[in-house]
């Protein structure tokens, strides 16, 4: 079993669709971080989180400690949001390091 | 600010010969650099943690004398594929965390470099 588990793998939506994917990891954290990566590759921190719940535009990542999870909704989902977005946890293991999740293939349709 | 760049963003090399990628964090110190391996549809992979002006270590089932890395300052860590064959054509992914001054180290965040995309003739 994966420390860090996310779901949905892949993801189709409507333009202008709510959209959650769910990240639940099994490990003691530092913080949890919300990553997009584009089809280019690049990758683009969205939110690091270690409490409660963080707001940036149509996005909006919440985790709950006690539970070992957390969230993230798009609202008004939008073609350019068409990426994968990857759960990731912080965790110090002799030097802080990333365990990531294996990701969330998002396309949304015009 | 937390800019990372990485050059080049894309080789072609034939197999037997080195290439080297260099990643830089622009606006900040790092002391500590990443290096990431990803295959297409796969997440990304940890090769080894460069820490500056020493040893990078590696993760288990990497060739050190194959990938050798080199932290020589705050700001710049490079990945050399020495030899490279088709089997190393891959995406690699370089992250720098952020050194907060004020705040101290915690917590911790990685900050990527937009890839190089190496493809192995």
């Known amino acids: 079993k994966n420390e860090v588990e996310q779901s949905p793998q892949n993801l189709t939506a409507q333009e202008g669709e709510f959209i959650t994917i769910n990240c639940s990891y099994s490990v003691g954290i530092s913080a949890l971080h919300w990553l997009q990566q584009h089809p280019g590759g690049g990758i683009v921190s969205l939110f690091m989180l270690s409490s409660g719940k963080k707001k940036h535009g149509r996005l909006i990542a919440t985790i709950n400690i006690q539970e070992k999870h957390s969230s993230l909704h798009i609202t008004a989902s939008h073609p350019r949001d068409s990426a994968v977005y990857i759960c990731?946890?912080?965790?110090?293991?002799?030097?802080?390091?990333?365990?990531f999740g294996t990701g969330t293939r998002l396309k949304v349709l015009a | 600010g937390a800019v990372v760049s990485q050059h080049p963003s894309w080789v072609i090399c034939k197999s037997g010969t080195s290439v080297k990628i260099e990643c830089r964090s622009l606006?900040?110190?790092?002391?500590?650099m990443f290096w990431y391996r990803q295959f297409p549809k796969q997440s990304l992979m940890l090769m080894a943690t460069?820490?500056?002006?020493?040893?990078?270590?590696?993760e288990q089932g990497v060739e050190k004398d194959k990938f050798l890395i080199n932290h020589a300052s705050l700001t710049l860590s490079t990945l050399t594929v020495t030899s490279a064959h088709p089997e190393d054509s891959s995406f690699y992914i370089c992250s720098a965390n952020l050194i907060n001054e004020r705040e101290g180290r915690v917590p911790f965040e990685q900050f990527f470099g937009p890839g190089t995309r190496l493809t192995v003739l």
């Open positions: 990731a946890v912080s965790l110090w293991s002799g030097t802080y390091k990333y365990i």
């Open positions: 460069s820490n500056e002006g020493s040893k990078a270590t590696y």
């Open positions: 606006d900040f110190q790092a002391t500590t």
